[in-house]
C-alpha cells in the first residue's frame, strides 16, 4: 500500500477532472450517435426494430441527461483512483505480454470481469427494487419507461454511488491488460446505451436464436422497463433465469 502516500491530491484532482472529461465525451458521443440513428432520422431509414409506439419527449431526454452527466462525475471517483494506483505500482493492471500465457488469458480476464459485473448488478439492482429503496435510489432510472439511448447512465446518485466501486476493486486483485480495460469500457458503454435504445439493433436471428437464449438485448431489457419483476441482468440471462425473474421477452406495454 506504499503508493497511497505517493499519490498527491493535486495529481488525483486533475485525473479526476480529467477522467470526467472523457466520461462525459464518451458518453455524448456514442449516445449520441445512436439516438440520432435510431430516433433523428425517419423510421423508414433505420434498420432496426422499434419497441414501443411512444416517442420520447424532451423532458425525459434531457432528465436522462442531467442524471447521466450527475452519474459521471460519481463514476469517475474510483477511476481516478484505479490511474493514479496503477501509475504507482498500486495495481494488478498491466501493460507487457510475455508469451501464448498472456494472450489467452485476455478474453478469460475479460470474461470475468464481465461475470462479476453481471452478477453484482443483478443482484443490486434487484436489491434496489424493494419498495423500501426504489423510490430512494432507482426511481430515478425508471422515470425512463420507454428509454432512450441517453439513459444508459442515467442513475440516482445514491444507485451510482453502489455500481461505481466492483470493477474499479478488481483491478486491484485480478490481473487484466490495459488495452482489456480500454476495451471493457468501450464495451459497456456501448451495450448500456444500445440496451436502453427504444430500439433493437441485432437481427433477430440472434436475439432469437441462441445468442439471445443467453445475452441480453435491448429486446430483453427494454421490458423490465414496464415490468419491474423481471429480467433484472445486465449482460447475460444466468441469474435471471437461475431466479426464475426472467421473464423473456415479455409484451411491452405502450403506457
Known amino acids: 500500500m506504499n503508493w497511497v502516500s505517493e499519490i498527491s491530491p493535486g495529481e488525483l484532482a486533475f485525473t479526476y477532472s480529467a477522467l470526467t472529461a472523457i466520461i462525459w465525451a464518451r458518453y455524448f458521443a456514442v449516445a449520441g450517435l445512436f439516438y440520432w440513428l435510431l430516433w433523428g ?14 416517442r420520447p419527449t424532451r423532458k425525459i431526454v ?34 507487457e505480454m510475455n508469451g501464448i500465457g498472456d494472450w489467452l488469458w485476455i478474453p478469460v ?18 436489491a434496489m427494487h424493494h419498495p423500501k429503496l426504489f423510490r430512494a435510489m432507482h426511481l430515478a432510472h425508471h422515470r425512463s419507461r420507454h428509454p432512450t439511448p441517453w439513459a444508459g447512465f442515467s442513475f440516482h446518485p445514491w444507485e451510482s454511488l453502489i455500481s461505481a466501486w466492483p470493477l474499479p476493486l478488481a483491478t486491484f486483485f485480478i490481473p487484466i491488460h490495459v488495452g482489456t ?22 437481427p433477430r436471428r440472434m436475439t432469437h436464436g441462441t445468442f439471445g437464449r443467453h445475452v441480453i438485448s435491448a429486446t430483453h431489457h427494454d421490458v423490465h422497463h414496464t415490468d419491474y419483476s ?9 441469474w435471471d433465469k437461475l431466479m426464475k425473474t426472467d421473464k423473456g421477452f415479455g409484451k411491452r406495454t405502450a403506457t
Open 41 to 54: 432520422r425517419p423510421e423508414e431509414k433505420v434498420r432496426a426494430t422499434k419497441l414501443s409506439p411512444v
Open 62 to 95: 434531457s432528465f436522462e441527461i442531467q442524471m447521466s452527466l450527475l452519474s459521471s462525475l460519481i463514476y469517475a471517483a474510483p477511476g481516478a483512483i484505479v490511474i493514479e494506483a496503477f501509475k504507482h505500482g498500486g495495481t494488478a493492471i498491466y501493460t
Open 109 to 126: 480476464s475479460a470474461f470475468i470481469y464481465l461475470a462479476i459485473h453481471d452478477a453484482y448488478f443483478y443482484w443490486s439492482h434487484r
Open 181 to 202: 480495460v480500454f476495451f471493457l469500457l468501450i464495451f459497456m458503454t456501448v451495450v448500456s446505451i444500445t440496451n436502453h435504445a427504444g430500439w433493437e439493433i441485432l
Open 230 to 238: 423481471a429480467n433484472y441482468g445486465l449482460y447475460f440471462r444466468f
